[in-house]
């Protein structure tokens, strides 16, 4: 834990995400994404796919997880991890909605080796 | 010379009575038939699924037209016998048609009977026996309104489902106590009534109708308004289906001077007292009994074609038969007889929680009937026993739980399957035995049911012995044989593509949530394989009206481009039918100048790919493209991709017609619908085929005559040359042809099944009868395309580059690539 901790950034509305889809948010580290679900959680992984690096934000979102648009697997969107027999694990960010706006933790976002 | 065969009537039993012929002695008989209706052979048990949207019409044909060609009938639709002359040998057809005969078939069927109440001959008023009616009925559906069906028998509650299931406000008028008093005890009779209530169908018993009353004279020619009933009460009707019973159509025997009494009476041989003249089917009283259902028919079928044959083999003998009620979600059984009686027991099961109802009566320790509701899993079982005449004195205690329970040791279901004989019968409708099914299995590698019913017929009527059959699919393939694992669409539902294509029609379902929810969907928002399915499927069923959910495509048709390795793009405009321009080629130049676009290729369908393309540039890409006249290629779509072209008349000194115009006009015609899977196609000018049209989805040979038009090839995973669907003699006719065939696609096609596979699943039967034999249904498939294409045609590129259209998709939520390094 550092002090950073409580850097909560607004990034824009719920709104601006599709329900079930995704959004792009570009950092000094590489993109993020940014998901929402049917049941309007919001979820933020890094942009890539631990199989071959797709393009996570590209893929159908189902339930909490999203299908990669490459080749298939299946990632969580709560804990970033390669679902059924596939091995892989996404970084995840601390996100949250508050009266129809996302806020996410910053913290992380400038050191792209805090691997967690 | 040759025998003279004539057959009057060409329903289900003399159907099937000159397939086993032909196959006992091919080329015996010149065969000569006449149809009062205006068509060949279908399969009359299947006009409920039909009535209720379950089925297409062209999916219950047994017979279409190539049959009789392959088989030198001759073939008179829609010419009614009207005399026999037994004398001179010759039968006379309405207009004036004649055919001598040598042997004569009587299949004049059934004719239903009509109550004779005042008012029965009203407009709307309709009976229910044959596609006339259901197209009769289909229209009035249209309408809305309301329906008053006649008749809790079989046949009305099929009409009463099929009717409910098109919207219409639906009330059943039954004289008798209880609904199919006939099949059912009153306990399965009052389960069946709720359950229909529960579907919002009225249902009235003890109810007798007095009359059928007509509309005012003064709001124009009188049809009917109401039925009214004995006890006074009135209920609104804008039809009435009268479905009170039916009665075997002997007027033309016995007019030809033929015993008749409740049918034309037969001898075992199913010869009538004329030596010279067989009956078969409904129309026949064989020993005091009349048929209402098919299984006894295609017995009697047999033997008329080892008659006919001269290969006599056992005579006909009256069996026991089962029942089952055709509508979807309505489990019931009925099989024997179930009459109370003082040399009689029961064993009855009731779990009034699963709405489940199952009773068995006995003799001497011999189950004589049975009454399934609810759960009709063991009804195969139960039925092979009361045929058998099976001892059941040792499992009788847990005998009703049915064969997994049966005598306590024999947990295993398929075990009594295995115990059959290989001549017991499995379909009694199509008359298969265990051993043609177990053989065929073996023979040809069958590994579903669906596989089963291709090459056996078993289990291909009304179903019944579906259980039994997948028992032997078990039996023989063992462990191989995983029902649950080829039938679901994914794993968020046991249903199959077939079955969630129908229910979507049946239930009336029109959009994903909806349909997750009344199919019960096991996952909360189903997965990427199920939901692009489901989308293409409410797209393709309710065109204009269903709302597309782009979150459900796949990404390439979430954003009109192909997403390659690397996160980026490939941009494939269209080059109608190949042919471009130095204009369309400049600005394609340009583009890739402008956007530094680092591959430029010729692609193996004549047009131009771009490859690299950012997403964030993709509506600019496109605005420049679509200046110079371009629009998307859909290359990334399951939709409509190429069509090749020669040059054809242009310039080639083999064109017979002009190759090139035609794949433009179709592609033109064609573009931006949505199909199940890719669909290719490719005009060529001559055979030399240099557009490579026969290994295309859909392509034509033009030839001097005309055009050929080939269709279900395959070029890609796997290889295989197209089969000819038709020849047609001009431009125009090639394009309604096209455009109906990729529509029955578009309607039956499951999803990610590319023509050929469609093709394989569904017979090049089926696919001809509707396409190219029935000039109404191949119309009506066409104005539905055309309709579809109202909404499909609208270039998706215009509507980002410039129209604003999911400008989400293109621009990142936030930057936050500046942002200061936190430490
Ligand atoms: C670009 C092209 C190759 C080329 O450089 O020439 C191509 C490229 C791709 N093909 Fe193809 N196919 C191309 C012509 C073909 C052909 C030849 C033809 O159309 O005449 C075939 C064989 C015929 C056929 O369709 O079966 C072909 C059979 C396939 C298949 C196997 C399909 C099958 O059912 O057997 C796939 C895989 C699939 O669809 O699931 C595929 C899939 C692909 C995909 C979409 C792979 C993917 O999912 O990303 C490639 C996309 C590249 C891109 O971004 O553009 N491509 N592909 C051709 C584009 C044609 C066009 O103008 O639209
Ligand atoms: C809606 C419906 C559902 C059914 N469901 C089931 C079911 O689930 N299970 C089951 O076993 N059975 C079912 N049946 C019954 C089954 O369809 C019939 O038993 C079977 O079709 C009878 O066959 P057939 O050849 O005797 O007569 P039909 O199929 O009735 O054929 C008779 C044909 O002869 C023609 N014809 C009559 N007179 C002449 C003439 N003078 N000249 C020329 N042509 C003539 C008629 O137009 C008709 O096409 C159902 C029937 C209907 C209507
Ligand atoms: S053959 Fe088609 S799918 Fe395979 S690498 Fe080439 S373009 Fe891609
Ligand atoms: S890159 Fe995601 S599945 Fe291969």
């Given at each position: 834990?550092?002090?950073?901790?409580?850097?909560?950034?607004?990034?824009?509305?719920?709104?601006?995400?599709?329900?079930?889809?995704?959004?792009?948010?570009?950092?000094?580290?590489?993109?993020?994404?940014?998901?929402?679900?049917?049941?309007?959680?919001?979820?933020?992984?890094?942009?890539?796919?631990?199989?071959?690096?797709?393009?996570?934000?590209?893929?159908?979102?189902?339930?909490?997880?999203?299908?990669?648009?490459?080749?298939?697997?299946?990632?969580?969107?709560?804990?970033?991890?390669?679902?059924?027999?596939?091995?892989?694990?996404?970084?995840?960010?601390?996100?949250?909605?508050?009266?129809?706006?996302?806020?996410?933790?910053?913290?992380?976002?400038?050191?792209?080796?805090?691997?967690? | 010379?040759?025998?003279?065969?004539?057959?009057?009537?060409?329903?289900?039993?003399?159907?099937?009575?000159?397939?086993?012929?032909?196959?006992?002695?091919?080329?015996?008989?010149?065969?000569?038939?006449?149809?009062?209706?205006?068509?060949?052979?279908?399969?009359?048990?299947?006009?409920?699924?039909?009535?209720?949207?379950?089925?297409?019409?062209?999916?219950?044909?047994?017979?279409?037209?190539?049959?009789?060609?392959?088989?030198?009938?001759?073939?008179?639709?829609?010419?009614?016998?009207?005399?026999?002359?037994?004398?001179?040998?010759?039968?006379?057809?309405?207009?004036?048609?004649?055919?001598?005969?040598?042997?004569?078939?009587?299949?004049?069927?059934?004719?239903?009977?009509?109550?004779?109440?005042?008012?029965?001959?009203?407009?709307?008023?309709?009976?229910?026996?044959?596609?006339?009616?259901?197209?009769?009925?289909?229209?009035?559906?249209?309408?809305?309104?309301?329906?008053?069906?006649?008749?809790?028998?079989?046949?009305?509650?099929?009409?009463?489902?099929?009717?409910?299931?098109?919207?219409?406000?639906?009330?059943?008028?039954?004289?008798?106590?209880?609904?199919?008093?006939?099949?059912?005890?009153?306990?399965?009779?009052?389960?069946?009534?709720?359950?229909?209530?529960?579907?919002?169908?009225?249902?009235?018993?003890?109810?007798?109708?007095?009359?059928?009353?007509?509309?005012?004279?003064?709001?124009?020619?009188?049809?009917?308004?109401?039925?009214?009933?004995?006890?006074?009460?009135?209920?609104?009707?804008?039809?009435?289906?009268?479905?009170?019973?039916?009665?075997?159509?002997?007027?033309?025997?016995?007019?030809?001077?033929?015993?008749?009494?409740?049918?034309?009476?037969?001898?075992?041989?199913?010869?009538?007292?004329?030596?010279?003249?067989?009956?078969?089917?409904?129309?026949?009283?064989?020993?005091?009994?009349?048929?209402?259902?098919?299984?006894?028919?295609?017995?009697?079928?047999?033997?008329?074609?080892?008659?006919?044959?001269?290969?006599?083999?056992?005579?006909?003998?009256?069996?026991?038969?089962?029942?089952?009620?055709?509508?979807?979600?309505?489990?019931?059984?009925?099989?024997?007889?179930?009459?109370?009686?003082?040399?009689?027991?029961?064993?009855?099961?009731?779990?009034?929680?699963?709405?489940?109802?199952?009773?068995?009566?006995?003799?001497?320790?011999?189950?004589?009937?049975?009454?399934?509701?609810?759960?009709?899993?063991?009804?195969?079982?139960?039925?092979?026993?009361?045929?058998?005449?099976?001892?059941?004195?040792?499992?009788?205690?847990?005998?009703?739980?049915?064969?997994?329970?049966?005598?306590?040791?024999?947990?295993?279901?398929?075990?009594?399957?295995?115990?059959?004989p290989d001549e017991a019968e499995i379909c009694g409708c199509n008359g298969v035995c265990k051993g043609r099914i177990v053989s065929a299995i073996a023979e040809k590698g069958l590994t579903s049911v669906d596989d089963v019913r291709a090459h056996t017929k078993a289990s291909a009527s009304c179903g019944t012995c579906t259980g039994l059959v997948e028992q032997l699919l078990a039996l023989s393939l063992g462990d191989a044989y995983d029902p649950a694992a080829v039938k679901p669409m994914c794993?968020?539902?046991?249903?199959?593509?077939?079955?969630?294509?129908?229910?979507?029609?049946?239930?009336?379902?029109?959009?994903?949530?909806?349909?997750?929810?009344?199919?019960?969907?096991?996952?909360?928002?189903?997965?990427?394989?199920?939901?692009?399915?489901?989308?293409?499927?409410?797209?393709?069923?309710?065109?204009?009206?269903?709302?597309?959910?782009?979150?459900?495509?796949?990404?390439?048709?979430?954003?009109?481009?192909?997403?390659?390795?690397?996160?980026?793009?490939?941009?494939?405009?269209?080059?109608?039918?190949?042919?471009?321009?130095?204009?369309?080629?400049?600005?394609?130049?340009?583009?890739?100048?402008?956007?530094?676009?680092?591959?430029?290729?010729?692609?193996?369908?004549?047009?131009?790919?771009?490859?690299?393309?950012?997403?964030?540039?993709?509506?600019?890409?496109?605005?420049?493209?679509?200046?110079?006249?371009?629009?998307?290629?859909?290359?990334?779509?399951?939709?409509?991709?190429?069509?090749?072209?020669?040059?054809?008349?242009?310039?080639?000194?083999?064109?017979?017609?002009?190759?090139?115009?035609?794949?433009?006009?179709?592609?033109?015609?064609?573009?931006?619908?949505?199909?199940?899977?890719?669909?290719?196609?490719?005009?060529?000018?001559?055979?030399?085929?240099?557009?490579?049209?026969?290994?295309?989805?859909?392509?034509?040979?033009?030839?001097?005559?005309?055009?050929?038009?080939?269709?279900?090839?395959?070029?890609?995973?796997?290889?295989?040359?197209?089969?000819?669907?038709?020849?047609?003699?001009?431009?125009?006719?090639?394009?309604?042809?096209?455009?109906?065939?990729?529509?029955?696609?578009?309607?039956?096609?499951?999803?990610?099944?590319?023509?050929?596979?469609?093709?394989?699943?569904?017979?090049?039967?089926?696919?001809?009868?509707?396409?190219?034999?029935?000039?109404?249904?191949?119309?009506?498939?066409?104005?539905?395309?055309?309709?579809?294409?109202?909404?499909?045609?609208?270039?998706?590129?215009?509507?980002?580059?410039?129209?604003?259209?999911?400008?989400?998709?293109?621009a990142p939520m936030a930057d936050l690539s500046r942002m200061e390094a936190a430490e």
């Amino acid at each position: 834990m550092t002090m950073m901790d409580n850097v909560w950034i607004d990034i824009g509305a719920l709104e601006d995400i599709p329900r079930q889809g995704a959004r792009l948010v570009k950092t000094p580290m590489g993109c993020l994404a940014l998901f929402r679900t049917a049941t309007d959680d919001v979820f933020a992984l890094d942009d890539k796919c631990p199989h071959k690096g797709g393009p996570l934000s590209q893929g159908i979102v189902h339930g909490a997880a999203v299908t990669c648009p490459l080749h298939n697997w299946v990632i969580s969107l709560e804990t970033g991890l390669a679902q059924g027999a596939d091995e892989g694990e996404v970084r995840t960010f601390a996100v949250r909605s508050e009266a129809g706006r996302i806020l996410l933790e910053a913290s992380r976002l400038a050191d792209s080796k805090d691997a967690a | 010379m040759k025998q003279k065969l004539v057959v009057v009537g060409n329903g289900m039993a003399p159907g099937r009575a000159l397939e086993r012929l032909f196959e006992l002695a091919p080329g015996a008989f010149d065969v000569t038939i006449f149809n009062a209706e205006p068509r060949t052979n279908y399969d009359r048990i299947l006009l409920s699924p039909v009535l209720s949207g379950e089925k297409q019409y062209e999916e219950i044909v047994i017979h279409g037209d190539a049959w009789y060609e392959e088989n030198g009938l001759t073939l008179h639709k829609g010419k009614k016998v009207t005399e026999i002359g037994r004398a001179a040998k010759i039968v006379t057809a309405e207009d004036g048609t004649r055919a001598a005969y040598d042997k004569l078939l009587i299949a004049t069927g059934s004719v239903p009977f009509i109550i004779p109440v005042p008012g029965k001959d009203l407009a709307g008023v309709l009976t229910y026996r044959d596609l006339d009616d259901v197209n009769a009925m289909l229209i009035a559906a249209e309408q809305g309104g309301h329906a008053v069906v006649i008749g809790g028998g079989l046949l009305g509650l099929e009409a009463a489902a099929g009717l409910k299931s098109r919207g219409m406000d639906v009330t059943v008028v039954h004289l008798m106590p209880t609904l199919m008093e006939r099949q059912l005890d009153a306990a399965a009779g009052q389960l069946l009534k709720r359950e229909l209530e529960s579907r919002g169908i009225k249902v009235l018993t003890s109810a007798s109708t007095r009359e059928i009353k007509s509309t005012h004279p003064s709001l124009g020619p009188p049809r009917v308004r109401a039925v009214a009933l004995d006890d006074g009460n009135e209920i609104k009707a804008d039809i009435v289906v009268m479905a009170v019973g039916i009665r075997p159509n002997t007027a033309l025997a016995s007019d030809a001077g033929l015993k008749t009494g409740r049918g034309i009476q037969v001898t075992d041989r199913l010869l009538t007292s004329d030596p010279d003249i067989y009956a078969v089917g409904e129309c026949v009283e064989f020993e005091g009994n009349v048929y209402g259902l098919v299984a006894p028919l295609y017995e009697q079928a047999t033997i008329i074609a080892q008659e006919l044959a001269g290969k006599p083999g056992n005579g006909f003998v009256d069996k026991a038969l089962a029942t089952r009620l055709k509508v979807t979600g309505v489990d019931l059984f009925s099989a024997g007889d179930f009459a109370d009686g003082d040399d009689r027991e029961e064993i009855v099961l009731r779990d009034a929680t699963r709405g489940v109802y199952r009773r068995l009566v006995l003799k001497d320790d011999r189950i004589i009937g049975a009454v399934m509701f609810g759960d009709t899993s063991d009804s195969g079982w139960f039925f092979q026993m009361i045929k058998d005449a099976a001892d059941i004195a040792e499992m009788r205690d847990s005998l009703i739980f049915g064969p997994a329970y049966a005598g306590g040791g024999q947990l295993d279901p398929t075990a009594a399957v295995a115990a059959l004989p290989d001549e017991a019968e499995i379909c009694g409708c199509n008359g298969v035995c265990k051993g043609r099914i177990v053989s065929a299995i073996a023979e040809k590698g069958l590994t579903s049911v669906d596989d089963v019913r291709a090459h056996t017929k078993a289990s291909a009527s009304c179903g019944t012995c579906t259980g039994l059959v997948e028992q032997l699919l078990a039996l023989s393939l063992g462990d191989a044989y995983d029902p649950a694992a080829v039938k679901p669409m994914c794993g968020c539902t046991d249903l199959g593509h077939a079955d969630v294509r129908r229910l979507i029609i049946a239930k009336n379902i029109k959009t994903i949530p909806d349909l997750m929810q009344e199919l019960e969907w096991k996952s909360s928002s189903g997965c990427a394989k199920c939901r692009p399915a489901l989308n293409y499927y409410l797209l393709s069923t309710w065109p204009g009206e269903y709302v597309d959910d782009s979150q459900s495509r796949f990404i390439n048709e979430r954003v009109h481009a192909n997403i390659q390795k690397d996160g980026t793009y490939s941009v494939v405009p269209r080059m109608w039918g190949g042919i471009t321009s130095a204009n369309e080629l400049r600005a394609i130049a340009d583009v890739a100048d402008k956007f530094a676009i680092p591959t430029v290729k010729c692609t193996g369908g004549q047009r131009i790919d771009l490859l690299g393309v950012k997403k964030e540039d993709l509506p600019a890409v496109w605005a420049d493209l679509n200046a110079a006249g371009m629009v998307s290629g859909h290359a990334y779509g399951k939709s409509l991709r190429t069509v090749k072209t020669c040059v054809g008349t242009d310039w080639c000194r083999f064109g017979t017609q002009d190759s090139t115009g035609l794949g433009v006009r179709i592609e033109k015609f064609m573009w931006g619908s949505w199909t199940p899977a890719k669909v290719k196609m490719a005009v060529s000018g001559c055979p030399r085929n240099c557009a490579e049209a026969t290994c295309k989805d859909v392509g034509v040979i033009c030839v001097d005559s005309g055009y050929e038009i080939h269709f279900a090839g395959a070029a890609g995973l796997d290889i295989k040359g197209t089969e000819i669907l038709c020849h047609v003699r001009t431009e125009d006719d090639a394009i309604e042809m096209i455009a109906a065939l990729v529509q029955l696609y578009r309607e039956q096609g499951h999803y990610l099944e590319r023509i050929y596979k469609w093709l394989k699943r569904v017979g090049m039967g089926s696919v001809r009868a509707a396409v190219v034999e029935d000039d109404g249904r191949r119309k009506a498939l066409f104005d539905a395309f055309v309709y579809s294409q109202k909404f499909s045609q609208s270039d998706p590129w215009a509507e980002r580059a410039t129209g604003g259209k999911d400008a989400h998709e293109f621009a990142p939520m936030a930057d936050l690539s500046r942002m200061e390094a936190a430490e």
